[in-house]
Antibody, heavy 127, light 108 residues
């Protein structure tokens, strides 16, 4: 079955850019939406954004100015960049799949649930 | 603050039924999905759509919705159901994804 694996540096300095990659195995990245979610220590889940395999994106308005999500279909990977990080960006970062398909009328996912998640990777922002 | 509101904590006696709720304006138009998260683990989808369970999720988990409130019901709660539960759906604009703040379920 499809599995997701996050990878990237576990420590990032304040003001620098956090970069993570999610590798999709056991299935194709095509025809799905893919999302990043994070969870600060002891807190709840926060949606960061999603990308369609074709490259169209949608970001959390509260993070939009700092977030870029991209996709590399040749590598079956998608990536997250979060710029100008602070200690508030310290969290476990998850990647996940939205299986709901593409709504041709709105250009958005048909459904907003996530059926496959990676195990998560901890990113600490500290000097 | 989250656009989807959940009670921070709920408890249930072993074997009894518990309902975990999620409130938000977007739920009048869109279904909620529900995730179970145990300490140190990634969330697991337990309910999606009107009332659908992914393969492997016990049938004691069910979902429902009325007005601006979605509910996750566990009928006959087991010790292994003790976890954090999160709802998710669209935000009030309908254009972005949102999570509830989470409910910590304790099985007594």
């Amino acid at each position: 079955q499809v599995q997701l694996q996050e990878s990237g540096p576990g420590l990032v300095k304040p003001s620098e850019t956090l970069s993570l990659t999610c590798t999709v195995s056991g299935g194709s990245i095509s025809s799905y939406y893919w999302s990043w979610i994070r969870q600060p220590p002891g807190k709840g889940l926060e949606w960061i954004g999603y990308i369609y395999y074709s490259g169209s994106t949608n970001y959390n308005p509260s993070l939009k100015s700092r977030v870029t999500i991209s996709v590399d279909t040749s590598k079956n990977q998608f990536s997250l960049k979060l710029s100008s990080v602070t200690a508030a960006d310290t969290a476990v970062y998850y990647c996940a799949r939205l299986p709901g398909g593409y709504d041709i009328l709105t250009g958005q996912p048909l459904d907003y649930y996530m059926d496959v998640w990676g195990k998560g990777t901890t990113v600490t922002v500290s000097s | 603050s989250s656009e989807l509101t959940q009670d921070p904590a709920v408890s249930v006696a072993l074997g009894q039924t518990v309902r975990i709720t999620c409130q938000g304006d977007s739920l009048r138009s869109y279904y909620a999905s529900w995730y179970q998260q145990k300490p140190g683990q990634a969330p697991v989808l337990v309910i999606y759509g009107k009332n659908n369970r992914p393969s492997g999720i016990p049938d004691r988990f069910s979902g429902s919705s009325s007005g601006n409130t979605a509910s996750l019901t566990i009928t006959g709660a087991q010790a292994e159901d003790e976890a954090d539960y999160y709802c998710n759906s669209r935000d009030s604009s309908g254009n972005h994804l949102a999570f509830g703040g989470g409910t910590k379920l304790t099985v007594l």
